[in-house]
């Protein structure tokens, strides 16, 4: 019987707050958007590395189809759009690097919207 309730507290054991998360990224946008302005290269790839961690850490949580998939895309999005604008930075194809940068904002923007929906429809689902 120990072992049964052991098991179903682990496996009710809480995953990562996507709330959090969500906040996490938004705060990484604009620190990003300061490194921009600043040129803080270190920044911006600190930035990138800690939101693929984040990502990594999302993707375990969700299985197919759970629509807060978004989130974690949400965040490998901004990471790239990070890097993109690293490259940019240090003269490593300023043009290719600023349009790429453009289309995964767009797609950065999209799964973030998709992701916040699929928390307020988690929230009222409880």
Request: charged share 25%; net charge positive; hydrophobic share 40%.
């Amino acid at each position: 019987m120990r072992q049964i309730d052991a098991t179903m507290q682990a496996s009710a054991a809480p995953g990562p707050d996507f709330g959090a998360a969500v906040r996490d990224i938004l705060n990484a946008e604009q620190v990003i958007q300061a490194a921009l302005q600043t040129g803080d290269e270190r920044e911006l790839n600190a930035q990138s590395n800690r939101l693929l961690r984040l990502q990594s850490k999302l993707a375990k949580e969700t299985e197919p189809g759970d629509a807060r998939s978004a989130c974690w895309q949400a965040a490998g999005d901004l990471s790239a759009v990070a890097s993109l604008m690293r490259r940019a930075a240090r003269g490593d194809e300023p043009a290719k690097s600023l349009v790429a940068a453009g289309k995964i904002e767009d797609s950065y923007r999209s799964n973030l919207a998709s992701c916040d929906k699929a928390l307020g429809t988690a929230k009222r689902s409880r």
